[in-house]
């Protein structure tokens, strides 16, 4: 409950960014969820803006708060993307793909001039590592690639190395949007994720990874009656 309304206020916080006629990356999550409802509100009462979802969840959502959404394939650049994360560090660098949506949340993250990030005071770390990080892959030859990340991982210095196909409570593999396989690889600690992050990216039949390095620009941390603003 406390963790909600820290969500909340980090939402509320990035609100006051949004300006009329911005065209907005819309996050994943718990979080990003509580913007776009607030960002509805908005709209209802006249801000004009268009929204592009980072999932189908996001996109479901978006609608039924009665936010404008843009076509992907249309867009050249965005204003600015507002999106969760798991874990940010002192240097803005995130773990992120909690809710399976990392790979749309890059892309969009990657497209927008101001990416800004919205989480509870719980996210923030000293050091990445802790929340396992999500790899997502490709189907075709999972645990092949499994094996080579976890190589990857260990020559990376990450102490107590585990990868995990996410499943469903059905027992069954979890498949993103894109239609990929997430591997959970419980790190504990990364030394170097930029290191990490270039060598994953390496790997055949990983389509990307949870780590965002150099992405973020403004992180909103919400706490139990207000919002702390760090800019980098
Ligand atoms: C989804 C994400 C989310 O932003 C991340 O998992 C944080 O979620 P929440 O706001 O629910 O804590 O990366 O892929």
Redesign the pocket.
Known sequence: MTADIA?INAAAAAVAYVEEGMTLGL??????AHFVRMLGQRVAQGLKVRGVPTSEATAQLARECGVPLMDVAKVGALDLCV????EVDPRFQLI???????LR?KIIAQAARHFLVIADESKMVERLGAFPLPVEVTPFGYALTAAKIYTALRDSGCAGTEVALRETAENAPVVTDGGNFVLDCRCRAIPDAPALADRLKRITGVVDHGLFIGMARTVIVGKAKSADVLER
């Open positions: 969500k996050g994943t999550g718990s979080t990003a999106d969760g994360a798991d992120k793909g909690g809710g399976a949506a990392l949340e």
